[in-house]
């Protein structure tokens, strides 16, 4: 019996629906690393009869693993996301531990890094279904952005951001969305929206 179809029965059986359709993303996955698929590795998988394991060449290894977390990470709930997106802002927030300046480049790193998972943590949270939004701290002429989220159970948490470098450029509705079909087009994308 294969490896794959000892891990499916077992699976049929203890697993519960979220995480039968991880192990189906995973045995997916597994199965184009031996074919021609996305995340096929450098060579050829092999699988050794006496022990059923699967083997196959490290080169790319990293960026084939960053996918199957991407895939599995893909099944996960809004509500996790948001947890882990929350916490991951707290990992890198150098604020957390105080800092006030000056700014190195791994700071200004940090920083850039706190705000997209800001901006990120602010879907999943209109995702999840929690009072969100963007407020603005006129005495705050550096960071006048301000996203809140209220958290069941925990209360209100901010961020001020920087705001927007440049100003609206007059743009009317019709240009704005002639621009997003442009770029979809340009990185070879089918828009989703009708000319």
Not at 31 to 56: C, F, I, M, N, Y
Not at 63 to 80: F, K, S
Request: aromatic residues 6%; proline residues 8%; hydrophobic residues 35%.
């Amino acid at each position: 019996m294969s490896s794959r179809s000892r891990v499916r029965r077992r699976c049929d059986v203890e697993l519960t629906p979220e995480h039968q359709a991880l192990v189906e993303a995973v045995e997916t996955l597994l199965g184009e690393w031996s074919g021609p698929g996305t995340v096929r590795p450098h060579g050829v998988a092999h699988q050794d009869p006496r022990t059923e394991l699967l083997t196959w060449h490290l080169h790319g290894l990293p960026e084939q693993l960053d996918y199957i977390l991407a895939a599995l990470r893909g099944h996960e709930t809004p509500e996790v996301r948001l947890a882990r997106t929350l916490t991951e802002i707290a990992d890198v927030d150098p604020s957390r531990t105080g800092h006030s300046g000056p700014d190195t480049p791994e700071i200004t790193a940090r920083y850039a890094r706190r705000n997209a998972l800001v901006w990120a943590a602010l879907s999943l949270a209109h995702e999840v279904g929690l009072p969100a939004g963007v407020g603005h701290d006129p005495a705050d002429e550096v960071h006048p952005v301000v996203v809140y989220i209220e958290l069941p159970g925990g209360g209100q948490v901010s961020w001020h951001l920087p705001a927007h470098p440049a100003a609206w450029d007059g743009h009317t509705t019709a240009e704005k969305y002639e621009r997003v079909i442009a770029f979809a087009e340009l990185i070879g994308e089918r828009p989703a929206v009708g000319r």
